[in-house]
């Protein structure tokens, strides 16, 4: 199977655009998440789409959003950006079966905000 | 909320030496996760711990879950250069909640 991809890979912005990254999970999967990677935070839970519903939500501002296709591929869209946006933005499927909840996360979308 | 924590933050080893990263939940977890993502890459499944007092091997890694099931631990026997990279745990609550990472670092 094809794993977790991405779209774009790299992407530069001025504060105050917005900016919209791509998700496709893994085929059947139907659970994707985001996480924002920072040095200095770490991995940070954005939030979880499962059969296109949120799930879960971490806790960043309303600025960050997302949705999830009938195809099981995601959208997040971050408005109003700000210098400490500037991050790795990983993207996780899962199945989300009884069985298991591993999650396998793609190359990720790598944002500067200048 | 939940929170996990991970020590310690950065090991560096000779190669041939062991190394443990030890991860601890403020909260009860379901399971727990383990990552490793190498330098410029991204985290990579490495195991899932679901008992109370689970210990799985992998090779040369040894992944163990408290008998509270609040606390883990990696460790890795033999260390070698392909080892190198941030191991994260990832306590399973409401959602999965990443430790801060232990950086480990092989000098040749």
């Known amino acids: 199977k094809a794993g977790v991809t991405q779209t774009p890979r790299y992407l530069i912005k001025t504060r105050g655009q917005q900016v919209t990254l791509s998700c496709s999970p893994i085929s059947g999967h139907r659970s994707v998440s985001w996480y924002q990677q920072t040095p200095g935070q770490g991995l940070q839970f954005l939030f979880e789409y499962f059969s296109e519903t949120q799930r879960n939500k971490g806790n960043f501002p309303g600025r960050f959003s997302g949705r999830q296709f009938s195809n099981s591929r995601s959208e997040m869209n971050v408005s109003t950006l700000e210098l400490g946006d500037s991050a790795l933005y990983l993207c996780?499927?899962?199945?989300?079966?009884?069985?298991?909840?591993?999650?396998?996360f793609g190359p990720g979308t790598r944002l500067t905000v200048l | 909320g939940q929170q996990v924590m991970q020590i310690p933050q950065y090991q560096h080893v000779q190669e041939g030496e062991d190394f443990t990263t030890y991860c601890n939940s403020s909260t009860t977890l379901s399971n727990i996760q383990w990552y490793k993502q190498r330098p410029g890459g991204h985290p990579v499944f490495l195991i899932q711990l679901v008992k109370s007092g689970e210990v799985k091997k992998q090779k040369r890694l040894t992944f163990q879950f408290g008998e509270a099931k609040k606390n883990s631990s990696l460790h890795i026997t033999a260390t070698q250069t392909t080892d190198v990279g941030t191991y994260f745990c990832a306590g399973k609550g409401q959602n999965f909640v990443f430790g801060p990472g232990t950086r480990l670092s092989v000098l040749p």
């Open positions: 996780a499927s899962s199945p989300r079966d009884r069985s298991t909840d591993t999650q396998y």
